[in-house]
Nanobody
Framework: QAQLVESGGGSVTPGGSLRLTCTAS????????IGWFRQAPGKEREGVAC????????YYGDSVKGRFTIVRPNAARTVYLEMSRLTSEDTAVYYC????????????????WGQGTQVTVSS
């Protein structure tokens, strides 16, 4: 059974950086489109970034453009979300998701999900 695992979350002060990692068991991430999503308390799940399995084309949500980078090293079976210039608005549980066919920033398009990792930005 496919299982995604996120790691790298934690607490950081405003302006700081974090790198989240997505790995998987029972699923080869290199053959899947990968999305990063986040959900803050009382808010809907938001698409942050996604990367294509075919040519590593990337897309970003407007709120993170220029600050977050999604990275898929060759044959590493790992996807990273590098986050910089973090603000309190970035506080949320971050999830990675995978789908073999669809690439988008909409959560409903993804088949496999991790359990999430908490990111807290606070002074």
């Amino acid at each position: 059974q496919a299982q995604l695992v996120e790691s790298g979350g934690g607490s950081v002060t405003p302006g700081g950086s974090l790198r989240l990692t997505c790995t998987a068991s029972g699923l080869n991430l290199d053959n899947n489109n990968i999305g990063w999503f986040r959900q803050a308390p009382g808010k809907e799940r938001e698409g942050v970034a996604c990367i294509s399995s075919i040519n590593n084309t990337t897309y970003y949500g407007d709120s993170v453009k220029g600050r977050f980078t999604i990275v898929r090293p060759n044959a590493a079976r790992t996807v990273y979300l590098e986050m910089s210039r973090l603000t309190s608005e970035d506080t949320a549980v971050y999830y990675c998701a995978a789908d073999p066919l669809r690439l988008s920033l909409q959560a409903r398009h993804y088949t496999f999900w991790g359990q999430g990792t908490q990111v807290t930005v606070s002074s």
